[in-house]
């Protein structure tokens, strides 16, 4: 029996082990930077499994490293992040999240539970295959400055030096059983916006006694759409959305100050530099033209994620043969963001989907939302078609 035909029999036994892993992870989620007892249970498990490995890694991260045959040939990493949301769950399942407030509504549970599966085949394989196999699992992909970024700073790309990085993520847009690439520019850097605009309130019915900062907002959330449509080169894929507005007042009571949030994406680094600057000096010049003030800040987040060309193909071709042809599937750019993209771009790097939908059985649920589950079926693909990779 060749190597490819024993990783897929054991991700098949382990299917009901992982699918554990999964729901124990799924009802016991916690938020980015207090991942405290998910660490615990990583630990336990790679103890178990009798791998090595080091906690408290930028908080509860957790390191892990397989050593294969000629150790030193070649050094890959694959990471799994394990934070949750705070989202208040409402699917009717028996692993429902039992922490109000709390919930996995990004497949964290799924991609931590792929790892452990995967860690399992490759120490059960490692006289089979060459090099050294690190396991990244990650606190706190959710929340600035992202546990990716913080790992790299401790180190967890060094002794031994990284030379290839690997990562999946659940999306429901897939059928279960697929997986999807991209080569390229794939994710956007994300950066988060909070803006106060202050003014002087008073009675809705003598707007000449005021400065009404809902008015001033409310110009400015429409005027920055221009630096998307009017100051990008339409070649460039840029984002901004405003999520939050707060203006305390009432009907007849204008406020002093009115509080936005809001996040800007883009693809080109030139570009997000540029666009902060025009955005703020807008901002702040549309205020002051209105009699009022603005303070605007801008909290620089995540990097875009960059899938390197060569190990993007060699990936691609390994899951058709994995998964065959019909299988794997093309991605498009998309503006979500991911702090993976730190690791993308240190090292090498290769971040692909995998299918979680199955419409029949009503799991459809986009990320993000608290209805958001997964077909655990695809979870043999997330063990075994992660393991395939790193032993090649």
């Not at 990004?106 to 399992?120: E, I, N, P, R, V």
């Not at 894929?237 to 007849?252: D, E, H, R, Y």
């Not at 989907?353 to 979870?379: C, M, W």
Request: with cysteine; hydrophobic share 40%; charged share 20%.
């Amino acid at each position: 029996m060749d190597l490819k035909e024993k990783i897929k029999q054991r991700a098949d036994a382990l299917y009901s082990d992982v699918v554990g892993y999964r729901r124990h992870l799924h009802q016991n989620p916690e938020l980015s930077f207090h991942e405290e007892q998910t660490s615990a249970f990583v630990s336990e498990r790679l103890t178990a499994l009798g791998i090595k490995h080091q906690k408290g890694v930028a908080g509860f991260g957790v390191v892990g490293i397989i050593e294969g045959k000629n150790p030193e040939s070649k050094i890959r990493a694959l990471r799994a992040d394990m934070d949750a949301l705070p989202i208040n769950e409402v699917n009717d399942v028996s692993y429902k999240s039992k922490h109000i407030g709390v919930m996995h509504a990004c497949g964290h549970d799924a991609h931590t539970a792929s790892l452990l599966g995967a860690a399992q085949i490759l120490n059960e394989l490692k006289s089979e295959w060459n090099g050294t196999i690190k396991l990244l699992f990650q606190p706190a992909e959710e929340k600035l400055p992202g546990g990716a970024s913080l790992m790299i700073k401790e180190g967890v790309l060094k002794n031994p030096d990284v030379q290839f990085m690997h990562g999946q993520h659940v999306m429901p847009q897939i059928p279960a059983g697929k997986v999807g690439f991209r080569s390229g520019l794939y994710m956007a850097s994300t950066d988060e916006l909070y803006v106060t605009v202050n003014g002087k309130g008073g009675h809705g019915a003598m707007p000449h006694l005021n400065i009404d900062p809902v008015l001033i907002a409310s110009h400015i959330i429409v005027a920055l759409q221009q630096v998307v449509s009017r100051t990008a080169n339409p070649i460039i894929p840029s984002v901004l959305s405003f999520g939050k507005v707060i203006a305390n007042g009432a009907t007849n009571v204008i406020p002093n100050e009115v509080y936005l949030e809001g996040t800007f994406r883009t693809l080109d680094e030139k570009w997000r530099g540029e666009a902060h600057l025009r955005m703020k000096q807008m901002a702040e010049d549309m205020a002051k033209a209105m009699g009022g003030t603005c303070d605007f800040e801008i909290r620089k987040g995540y990097p875009f994620l960059y899938n390197d060309e060569t190990l993007t193909a060699i990936n691609k071709k390994l899951a058709q043969d994995y998964l065959g042809d019909e299988n794997v599937i093309d991605l498009d750019i998309w503006m979500a963001a991911e702090d993976f993209a730190y690791y993308s771009q240190v090292v090498p790097s290769c971040f692909y989907r995998l299918g979680t939908r199955n419409e029949a059985r009503g799991i459809d649920s986009s990320v993000h939302t608290p209805t958001f589950d997964i077909e655990e079926e695809a979870l043999k693909v997330g063990v075994g078609l992660m393991a395939w990779i790193a032993v090649n």
